[in-house]
């Protein structure tokens, strides 16, 4: 609620998407791996029947449709498409990777195809340890989607993206070996900014870290310690103005 006003939530879409689950009812989750496993359990690619095309199977842990609420793109209508399965474990991370299902590519395009823009967020865990993500990207640009990529950037993979957002976790003991891209996004930890600009970005963004009651994005925010953080990326940002403050807007609008 904003202003006394509520917010609707994003539109339902018009057909129930489809997951494709081996041996395994549709709905039921087809990984039991527990939530942050180091590794995507990326299955091996085919042809798809009738099109001499390389599919593939993907581990997704959602698709939803929201406004991108971080970054550059903020306020941005979008469709997510999150992949389960990262090689870290980052403890303020909000993400649940126990919900996994399998999908093909076809499918998530079938699937989304239900939503009314076409401006797609590849995000995770991390989307690059799925090699099936690139193929995903090339039926997405054959729609006329425009796809962006949320990496940690411990690959140098980009996945054919139109834009690409690295996100490095170096307090997480993750690798940052992604150095160029269109956005550097940094959850504010007090890091020394400087050891950061030394990279080819077009944009640099900082955003708080937010607080909550329980980690891996349990319990319920801890909205003062929440507003300190807020206050002390703010100091960051106009001490060195090269870096842009980025909020979660999406949390604080109620969506998702």
């Known amino acids: 609620m904003v202003n006394g006003t509520s917010i609707p939530a994003a539109p339902a879409p018009a057909k129930a998407p489809k997951p494709v689950s081996a041996n395994k009812p549709a709905g039921m989750s087809s990984v039991d791996n527990p939530a942050h496993s180091t590794s995507a359990g990326e299955p091996v690619g085919s042809i798809a029947v009738g ?17 991108q609420g971080e970054g550059r793109h903020a306020g941005t209508p979008a469709v997510f498409i999150r992949g389960a399965g990262c090689n870290l474990a980052c403890d303020f991370c909000d993400t649940d990777f126990s919900r996994r299902e399998k999908w093909t590519p076809e499918g998530i395009l079938d699937a989304i195809s239900a939503y009314p823009c076409r401006f797609a967020v590849l995000t995770g865990g991390e989307p690059t340890l799925q090699s099936g993500f690139r193929i995903l990207v090339e039926l997405l640009h054959a729609h006329g989607y425009y796809v962006t990529l949320e990496t940690n950037g411990s690959s140098l993979d980009t996945l054919g993206a139109d834009w690409v957002t690295v996100s490095p976790k170096l307090s997480q003991k993750g690798k940052w070996v992604l150095k160029r891209g269109d956005e550097l996004k940094l959850v504010y930890e007090s890091q020394d900014l400087s050891f950061y600009e030394d990279s080819d970005f077009a944009h640099y963004s900082l955003q708080p870290k937010e607080i909550r009651t329980a980690p891996w994005g349990g319990g319920e925010r801890d909205r003062e310690a929440t507003r300190r953080e807020w206050e002390k990326t703010a100091q960051a940002v106009l001490a060195n103005p090269r870096w842009k403050l980025s909020l979660q807007l999406h949390k604080e609008l109620g969506l998702r």
């Open 51 to 67: 099109t001499g095309r390389p599919t593939a199977t993907l581990n997704i842990s959602e698709i939803f449709y929201s406004l």
